[in-house]
């Protein structure tokens, strides 16, 4: 069992910044892809962005290419998302996931944290 505690979030303007942290066990977060999730309203599951363990290539959905920044770590056990230009659309409950190297889906999640954007 990997445990995923999200930090961060909360409520800005639109165009401002908002940091979140999600920190994984020590003893498995280097072998861990981390990746972010968020859900708005109504609507499902995204990607927003991830990372993985060894590579160290971040990917991103493109609405959120070139606003957000994620990076990993692995001293501290802990994969922040940078988020910048923040936009009203992006208002969601954000969660932190984790999957073993190789594997499709990701196994473990957080418990998510809000993020809201006023316009």
């Known amino acids: 069992q990997v445990q995923l505690v999200e930090s961060g979030g909360g409520s800005v303007e639109a165009g401002g910044s908002l940091r979140l942290s999600c920190a994984a066990p020590a003893r498995t977060f280097a072998l861990l892809t981390i990746g972010w999730f968020r859900q708005a309203p109504g609507k499902e599951r995204e990607f927003v962005a991830a990372i993985s363990r060894a590579l160290y290539d971040p990917r991103y959905a493109d609405s959120v290419k070139d606003r957000f920044t994620i990076s990993r770590d692995n001293a501290r056990s802990t994969v922040t998302l940078q988020m910048n230009i923040l936009k009203p659309e992006d208002t969601a409950v954000y969660y932190c996931?984790?999957?073993?190297?190789?594997?499709?889906?990701?196994?473990?999640w957080g418990q998510g944290t809000q993020v809201t954007v006023s316009s």
């Open positions: 996931a984790a999957k073993r190297a190789g594997e499709r889906d990701y196994e473990w």
